[in-house]
């Protein structure tokens, strides 16, 4: 029905920067809300970043100022811009995208990319 796909991961030194893409295909009628999770070892999964709408932004306290979320909706695709990159942002990130596709609305996750951040 729908797939997610995140691409875009990778190690890079602390305050570094990377950007995270994430494209939603298959039989999509519309995207409400497309997000970043991430989950660090031994950790619970957790909210990076999310955009409803194309508009409104949404960014965990830990990330404001750093990261930057964007979406393309014609090509329903997200984005993560992450800048001054540090250690404990090392982390699988996740995509989700909350869509309305030919059987109804339901979160889509993707399979993750590997964030990792030496010092």
């Known amino acids: 029905q729908v797939q997610v796909v995140e691409s875009g991961g990778g190690l890079v030194q602390a305050g570094g920067s990377l950007r995270l893409s994430c494209a939603a295909s298959g039989r999509i009628v519309s995207i409400n809300e497309m997000s970043w999770y991430r989950q660090a070892p031994g950790k619970q999964r957790e909210l990076v970043a999310s955009?409803?709408?194309?508009?409104?932004?949404n960014y965990a306290d830990s990330v404001k100022g750093r990261f930057t979320i964007a979406r393309d909706n014609p090509k329903n695709t997200v984005y993560l811009q992450m800048n001054s990159l540090k250690p404990e942002d090392t982390a699988v990130y996740y995509c989700n995208a909350n869509a309305l596709s030919t059987t109804g609305w339901a979160n889509y996750w993707g399979r993750g990319t590997q964030v990792t951040v030496s010092s």
């Open positions: 955009m409803s709408g194309g508009i409104r932004t």
